[in-house]
């Protein structure tokens, strides 16, 4: 079975930081394509807060530029998201998403796959 497990959320006090952590398993998983932070805020869509190619080419949402940051560790099969100088509006639940590339025997099939999410509370 793949999925993907996210960790690291909680609650802290404006102007503190957090790092989340999203693990991506399973037997069949060959290889792992684009890797992403997504939020949803209560009455709020989900938005795209950071993204990291394969090789490491991050992009920020221009609300987070400057504060967070995404990495990755291929041999662990995870993304990071260290998130510094936390505002009472970064309050959301925080959904890892991954475009994995799955090894079916006779061929190779890439699927994208979402985190059950992990709860960030920002208090003012």
């Known amino acids: 079975q793949v999925q993907l497990v996210e960790s690291g959320g909680g609650l802290v006090q404006a102007g503190g930081s957090l790092r989340l952590s999203c693990v991506a398993s399973g037997r069949i998983i060959s290889s792992i394509n684009d890797m992403a932070w997504y939020r949803q805020a209560p009455g709020k869509q989900r938005e795209l807060v950071a993204a990291i190619t394969r090789g490491g080419s991050p992009n920020y949402a221009d609300s987070v530029q400057g504060r967070f940051t995404i990495s990755r560790d291929n041999a662990k099969n995870t993304v990071y998201l260290q998130m510094n100088t936390l505002e009472p509006e970064d309050t959301a639940v925080y959904y890892c998403?991954?475009?994995?590339?799955?090894?079916?025997?006779?061929?190779?099939?890439?699927?994208?796959?979402w985190g059950e999410g992990t709860q960030v509370t920002i208090s003012s």
């Open positions: 998403n991954a475009n994995l590339n799955l090894n079916y025997g006779l061929k190779i099939m890439a699927r994208d796959f």
